[in-house]
């Protein structure tokens, strides 16, 4: 098989999932086609015809995998597409918690509460539900406690491709003392 074949099928795929396409599902969709499938290649290939084109969007790393983004530029008219803002709302303790887990994943429950003060079984419910969190396992403690970590979906909806492009918890302290400078 080509590479333009290929591209233009890896294209379709990217066009018809809604996920992160990875190697692995590439594979799967073309089966014996392609054993040694130069993912990376077909998919700088891609990306250089859409530079050249000057296309609406483009290719991004996230999760694991690839996915077409469209441009910030195109955010307005995007959202005007859907009655929803497509935002995800979330408290104040979902948030906290949320970062909790980010950074200190595998986490239980009782390390977050431990760090907040307070219970955060709510949180970790509305977490769970909209797929922002997974049960990774038990501890190995008493109790065997249910250990969470981020998911994929969170990973997707960040715009990460792991949990290394986090902001470094200094980098974060550094923005926020500069913030808190300004305000003097």
């Known amino acids: ?8 099928i890896v294209e379709a ?9 990875t190697e692995s599902r590439v594979r799967a969709c073309l089966k014996d086609e392609a054993s040694a499938l130069p993912l990376e290649e077909i998919i700088e290939a891609l990306q250089s ?17 690839f996915q077409l983004v469209t441009k910030s530029e195109f955010e307005p008219y995007v959202k005007g597409l859907f009655s929803k ?9 979902a948030l906290e918690t949320l970062a909790i887990i980010s950074y200190r994943q595998p986490v239980t429950r009782s390390e977050i509460e431990e760090i907040r003060g307070v219970s955060s079984d709510s949180s ?3 977490l769970l539900d909209r797929k922002l969190l997974e049960i990774r396992g038990r501890d190995d403690g008493p109790g065997r406690a249910l250990l969470y970590r981020t998911s994929s979906e969170f ?8 949990v290394n492009d986090l902001p470094k918890l200094r980098e ?4 926020l003392s500069e913030d808190q400078v300004d305000l003097l």
């Open 13 to 21: 795929l990217l066009l018809a999932t809604p996920e992160p396409l």
């Open 49 to 65: 015809d859409y530079n050249n084109s000057n296309r609406a969007f483009f290719i991004k790393k996230v999760a694991g995998g």
């Open 124 to 126: 970790l419910r509305t």
């Open 85 to 93: 803002s497509g935002k995800l709302r979330l408290s104040q303790a």
């Open 155 to 162: 990973l997707q909806y960040f715009g990460l491709n792991s």
């Open 172 to 175: 974060v302290e550094d923005i």
């Open 1 to 8: 098989m080509e590479i333009n074949d290929l591209k233009m």
